[in-house]
């Protein structure tokens, strides 16, 4: 099993920067593909960017594509996600996540979810 928790969530106004911190505990953190997610009231989770288990591959939404960086280590168990140039879209509770196999971008591929941290983002 593993457990995930967030961190790092808060208020920013447009085009700042904010840092989210994911700190996993249990078995072979490494062996897992880590993502993040968000998900906006009324509105889907979303994929926002993933890395494979040595974190030597990222994939990320278009939308966040250039703006956001994923990032993992391992030998201290944490995923981060450095956003920057925030708009009012990126308003959501952001999520860690981790699979052992599956799509990188379907939520029903993922098997641990952390908590949720809350993103502001104001004008």
């Known amino acids: 099993q593993v457990q995930l928790v967030e961190s790092g969530g808060g208020y920013v106004q447009t085009g700042g920067s904010l840092r989210l911190s994911c700190a996993a505990s249990g078995d072979m953190f490494s062996a897992y593909y880590m993502a993040w997610f968000r998900q906006a009231p009324g509105k889907e989770r979303e994929f926002v960017a993933t890395i494979t288990p040595r974190g030597l591959s990222t994939f990320y939404a278009d939308s966040v594509k250039g703006r956001f960086t994923i990032d993992r280590d391992n030998a201290k168990n944490t995923v981060s996600l450095r956003m920057n140039n925030m708009n009012f879209e990126d308003s959501a509770v952001y999520y860690c996540?981790?699979?052992?196999?599956?799509?990188?971008?379907?939520?029903?591929?993922?098997?641990?979810w952390g908590q949720g941290t809350q993103v502001t983002v104001s004008s």
């Open positions: 996540a981790a699979r052992y196999d599956g799509n990188y971008d379907d939520v029903t591929s993922y098997t641990y």
